[in-house]
Structures are given as structure tokens and as C-alpha cells.
């Protein structure tokens, strides 16, 4: 009985077959390629997340460089009046090196898009003194200047000498009136030239004395005004020629150094648009670089 016992507490000993053990090792190799396909699915599922988050971080990046970018070149287009930009207005016909400012008066008009298309064609840059009454009629003309990179300053609202100058204070409200139909054309709230033409012109007339007041006025709200020194006689007579008006660009110009040309974007200045070609030409020429506002109001 004691044998039997003692026997009983023997391990078992498990005999496996050539063919059991095969399967085993069989099993056990699929296991650990299941383990390996597994971590190795598991490894390119984490690259792929990495790489997914590397590339998201890179477009939020390049999205936020992006908009930095626009707002950049929106601040660009918004004119700011500093002390030095006053300081510039009132030397703007002084200069180390000639200069010509192209200004053109009472737009936007039928033949806004065609004095664009050749400031386009001639690499150009331009001042519109635009007219709130027209700006009315034709924003999106308005909205191209804006976009072409053309200063857009203010001329008022009606043109209309006993409405603009009652008081010095309708000339303020003439332009704001004007700069707020420019705003809402362009599609920038934030939008101010701080820059003034008077109609007909800021020196003498019988308006002169509110003029004068009114020019106080405007500069308290950081507004400055400018005239010319030089002009291409379009509204000098009532049918001008190109060649009228290429003589009175030469006799006006000179031998300045710093030129402000006055002319028109009327529908009745379509001589102006036919001249401007040349009026371009010849200021090259003579070794003029073309300036708008932009560079003056900083």
C-alpha cells in the first residue's frame, strides 16, 4: 500500500508526439508573428498619427502665417497720420530726388477703368481724390483702385461750393460722408486717407476765410489737405486736346523736383484718359518716380 501511495505522488509525465510537437511550435510561430504583425501595425498607426499631427501643426502654423500675412497687408492699405506724414504733406514739394504724384479729381466716372487699365499697363500707382456722390454710383470702381493698390483720398461728398463750405464744420462733414461711402465700397470699416482736397482748390476764392477755419478743423481730426504745383489743363477750357494738354504738363512741371499733378476723372475728361499715356512717358523721361500717398501718409 505504501508503494502504491508513493507512486500516486509521482508527476505526471505528458509524452507528446512528433507531430503534436510540431503543431506546437507551429502555433507558437503564429503567435509571435501575430505579435510582431500586431507591433508592427501598431508602430506605423503611431508614425501615421505622428506624421498626422506633425502635418496639422504645420498647416495651423501656415494658416496662422497666412493670416498674419493678410492682416499685414490690410494694415498696410489703412493710411495712419503720424507727425511725420504732417511733416511730409507740408513739404510735399520739396525732394532730394524728383518725384510726380498723379492725382486725379472728381471720380470715379466712366473713365475710371480706362485710366486703371493704363496705370496697370505702365506699372503705375496713382492718388484718386474721389467724390462721395460718385463714389455712390460706382463702388466697385472704387473697390478696384483699392485693390490695384492706388490711394484712395477725399474730395467731399456734392462738389457743390455753397453746400461744402457754409461752415467750416460742413466741409468735416462733407468728408466724413465721402470717407464712409469710400469704407463701405472697399469693404474696410477701418478705412481713412486723412486726406483732403478742397474743391477748387484750397488758396483764395470768396470761400477763403472758412476754408482757412476749415482747414484748423480737419487737422484737429487728424485730416490734412493738399493742392498741386502742376496740372495737365484739362478744366482749363471746355475741349481740350492731348497736345493742349502735354504742353501745359511741360510748362507746369518745369524743372520742379517734387510735382503734384492735378487732373480729372470725369466723364467729360476723356482727353485726359487719351493723353495719360504720354503724360506717363514724358515724366519718365525727364526721371521722375512715380509716388501716391501711400509714401506720405505713414
Known sequence: MEEEKN???????????????????????LMIAGIVVIWINYAHIMKANAEYELAYQQYQEALIKQEEEQERKRQEKLPQLTEEGIQNI???YSSDTKRAFLTFDDGPSNNTNQILDILKEKNTKASFFVLGSNVEKNPEMVKRMYNEGHFIANHGYSHVYETIYQSPQSVLDEYNKCNQLVRDAIGEQEYDSHLFRFPGGFVGGKYADIKNQAKDLLLQNNIVHVDWNALNGDSETTRPTVEYEMQRIQETVGNKQ????????AQAKKVTVDALPQIIDYLQQQGYEFKNFYEIIK
Not at 517734387?258 to 476723372?265: C, E, R
Open 258 to 265: 517734387s510735382v503734384v499733378i492735378l487732373m480729372h476723372d
Open 90 to 92: 507740408n513739404h510735399i
Open 7 to 29: 507512486m500516486s505522488l509521482e508527476p505526471v509525465k505528458f509524452k507528446f508526439t512528433t507531430k503534436e510537437k510540431t503543431l506546437m511550435v507551429i502555433i507558437m510561430m
